[in-house]
């Protein structure tokens, strides 16, 4: 865990609209040296727009935020030059290879001579890239492309990282190895901001940032998250699932019935007491009931939960 208190992203009330359409409305959030920050939300809950404007590259209209010690409104330009900033989109240049791609963003951001050569040998050595180092870019795999965009996004070693959806439509291998990198980067010093529908990857932050509709509705550390969530979890492994999801789902406190296979995952409020007579429903009605076990709720569950509690509301 990071053990800084230094704030290196420092927002207070940031606002966003687009002609009367709010697309951030009020956000505070503080992010300290070291941490692994996520920011998760639907589709359109305002996560982009939130990281444009903490980059420097998209004026609020409300609020302010302070980001490596600039003013992300007065001070864009600066604010740009010490971050890294990686997109699902990040330009990589198809026709030039590894090592000219890697080449071309050290230039970008001002490294030079003898620096410059000694830096990219690094990070070409570090990131396992150097084999591949004469490979067109648009040759690369997924996994690969991605992993030589992290690379360019950090050539200048930028104190903080900015990461929009960095792993969507990436393999679960190349995402597990890319989040080994960010850990070892953040273990470093390096603090990271980073967006993503994946909750296995939310699970991995230091701490979270749930964003619906441009508002901030909850944020902690995974496990305060999960835990204000409020949910207990039960798997029952029936024979007849569609059979027990018709017998619980309107019970009282069930947020959800889903179905994995031959199992029955409930998530529902109301602790051991709630589980047992969920069990206790299913046994009064015959079911051919296998097991039943008790596991833990996952940011999954307290994510799915808001929204629906949202879209409800
Ligand atoms: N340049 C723009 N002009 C007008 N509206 C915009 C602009 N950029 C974003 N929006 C709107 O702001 C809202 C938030 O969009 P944003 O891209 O920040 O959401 P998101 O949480 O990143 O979504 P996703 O998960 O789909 O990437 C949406 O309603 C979007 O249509």
């Known amino acids: 865990m990071p053990d800084s208190n230094e704030l290196v992203v420092d927002a207070q009330h940031l606002s966003r609209r687009f002609g009367n359409s709010v697309a951030v409305r009020d956000v505070s959030l503080q992010v300290r040296r070291g941490e692994i920050f996520g920011v998760l939300g639907p589709n359109g809950a305002g996560k982009s727009t939130a990281l444009r404007m903490l980059c420097g590259v998209l004026d609020p209209t409300g609020g302010r935020a302070i980001v490596v010690g600039h003013d992300v409104a007065r001070e864009p330009e600066q604010v740009k030059a010490s971050i890294g900033y990686m997109t699902q989109s990040f330009s990589l240049y198809t026709d030039l290879t590894v090592a000219e791609n890697i080449g071309f963003y050290a230039s970008l951001y001002g490294l030079g001579g003898a620096e410059r050569r000694r830096r990219i040998d690094h990070v070409l050595r570090e990131s396992e890239l150097d084999a591949r180092a004469h490979q067109l870019a648009g040759e690369l795999s997924g996994g690969w492309k991605q992993r ?166």
């Open 148 to 313: 030589l965009a992290l690379v360019c996004a950090t050539i200048h070693q930028p104190p903080l990282l900015f990461l929009d959806e960095p792993t969507a439509g990436v393999d679960p291998l190349s995402r597990r190895e890319f989040w080994e990198q960010i850990h070892g980067l953040a273990t470093a010093g390096t603090t990271i901001v980073v967006t993503t529908h994946y909750m296995d990857e939310a699970e991995r932050c230091h701490r979270l940032a749930f964003i619906f509709h441009g508002e901030v509705f909850d944020s902690g550390r995974p496990d305060e998250i999960v835990a204000r969530a409020g949910l207990s979890i039960a798997e029952f492994v029936v024979d007849d699932v569609d059979q027990a999801t018709y017998l619980l789902q309107d019970m009282p406190g069930v947020e959800e019935c889903a179905h994995y296979g031959h199992v029955l995952r409930l998530a529902v409020h109301g602790g051991a007491e709630a589980v047992a007579d969920a069990r206790a429903r299913l046994e009064r009605a015959g079911l051919a009931l296998h097991d039943v076990r008790e596991t833990r709720a996952t940011v999954e569950d307290a994510f799915v939960a808001m929204v629906r509690r949202e879209r409800r509301a």
